[in-house]
C-alpha cells in the first residue's frame, strides 16, 4: 500500500509558478501527476520512473519539471509560465508497473492522492 497526500496548490495569475508536492508513505517504481479539469477527461501531466526517466504531456513541455526527494520520498511539480488552460485538479498517482510513467495512463496507476487545486487567471 502507498499512500500519497499532495500538497502545493493555489492560485496564481498566467505566468506565475507554483511548485506541487506529493509525500509517499511507501515505494513505487513508478509516480505521475495527472489532472482533471471541470467537464474534462483526465490527462497525465508527467511521470518519472525509479531510475530517473522522465517522461512529459506536450502541453507542459519546457514549463513543468517532475523530480522526486527519494530520501524524503517526496514528489515535486514544478509548474512555471502557468496557463489559464492549466487550471485543474492535480493528482498524484504511484504504481509498480515499470512501464506506467512512461505511458502516462492513468489505468496503470493503482494509487492515488486526494488532489490539490491549481487556479490560473488572467
Not at 497526500?5 to 511548485?19: I, K, M, N, P
Not at 511507501?26 to 471541470?38: K, L, S, V
Not at 509560465?81 to 493528482?91: G, H, I, N
Request: glycine residues 12%.
Amino acid at each position: 500500500q502507498v499512500q500519497l497526500v499532495e500538497s502545493g496548490g493555489g492560485s496564481v495569475q498566467v505566468g506565475g509558478s507554483l511548485r506541487l508536492s506529493c509525500a509517499a508513505s511507501g515505494f513505487a517504481y513508478c509516480m505521475a501527476w495527472f489532472r482533471q479539469a471541470p467537464g474534462k477527461e483526465r490527462e497525465g501531466v508527467a511521470g518519472i520512473d525509479s531510475p530517473g526517466r522522465t517522461t512529459y504531456a506536450d502541453s507542459v513541455k519546457g514549463r513543468f519539471t517532475i523530480s522526486e526527494d527519494n530520501a524524503k520520498n517526496t514528489l515535486h511539480l514544478q509548474m512555471n509560465s502557468l496557463k489559464p488552460e492549466d487550471t485543474a485538479m492535480y493528482f498524484c498517482a504511484a504504481s509498480p508497473n515499470r512501464v506506467a510513467s512512461y505511458r502516462l495512463d492513468g489505468r496503470l496507476f493503482g494509487y492515488w492522492g486526494q488532489g490539490t487545486q491549481v487556479t490560473v487567471s488572467s
